[in-house]
């Protein structure tokens, strides 16, 4: 399966504590999303890289959170001293090089963050 | 602020047509996609509309009206597989791939 992966799927942590996911985008894509998503809610923005260049990053991100993709190829989201209100899907997608009007983005499965 | 606003849930039964609309408040608009994520699943790209009109995609399409900050997904011949969230996003800059998500519709398909 040549899709996003996303490591690991679920995570349940308490609260506190730091946590990282990792996305592995597709291979030819170097554009690389990290969304967040809650129950009937549809995806928020987190933050974007074009290769390993961080180009965005919402407002609504404490600093807390941090994301790297230090090679260009896959990216690690971090959550630091995690709260309750930090339970959500975390989704990444990717999407090619181009400039390419639809914007098509590739989705992983997500990795759903419980703290307790 | 930037919003995307869509009716909640919508239902139908298999073989029908049904349309679900989003009304947008953006920044910037330079285009509207549209999403479709069944229960425990990821998004998946149905179809993209740049400039006004109708785009067909098989058994879906999707319209884009710029004057109205309007758009809707039509989706026709109802298969219960197509029981699912549907998603609108905009694309608010030219200079951002970030896309904003609507709240989602959820279509339930009933035999």
């Known amino acids: 399966d040549t899709g996003v992966s996303q490591n690991p799927r679920h995570k349940i942590t308490k609260r506190g504590q730091n946590v990282t996911f990792r996305c592995d985008p597709i291979s030819e894509h170097n554009r690389l999303y990290w969304y967040r998503q809650t129950l009937g809610q549809g995806p928020e923005f987190l933050t974007y890289f074009q290769n390993e260049a961080q180009l965005e990053k919402s407002r609504l991100l404490s600093d807390r959170f941090s994301a790297e993709r230090p090679k260009g190829s896959f990216s690690t989201l971090e959550i630091q001293r995690t709260e309750q209100g930090d339970s959500a899907m975390y989704l990444c997608a990717s999407s090619p090089w181009g400039d390419r009007a639809d914007n098509e983005q590739f989705f992983g499965p997500g990795t759903r963050l419980t703290v307790l | 602020g930037q919003s995307l606003e869509q009716p909640s849930e919508v239902t139908a039964v298999e073989g029908a047509i049904v349309q679900i609309n989003c009304t947008y408040q953006?920044?910037?608009?330079?285009?509207l996609s549209w999403y479709q994520q069944h229960d425990g699943g990821a998004p998946t790209f149905l179809s993209y509309n740049g400039l006004d009109g109708l785009e067909e995609t098989g058994r879906f399409s999707s319209f884009l009206s710029r004057s109205d900050s309007y758009g809707y997904l039509l989706l026709q011949e109802l298969q219960m597989k197509d029981s699912a969230s549907y998603f609108c996003?905009?694309?608010?800059?030219?200079?951002?791939?970030?896309?904003?998500f609507g709240t989602g519709t959820r279509l339930q398909v009933f035999p």
């Open positions: 996003a905009v694309r608010a800059a030219h200079n951002t791939d970030k896309l904003i």
């Open positions: 953006t920044s910037g608009f330079y285009g």
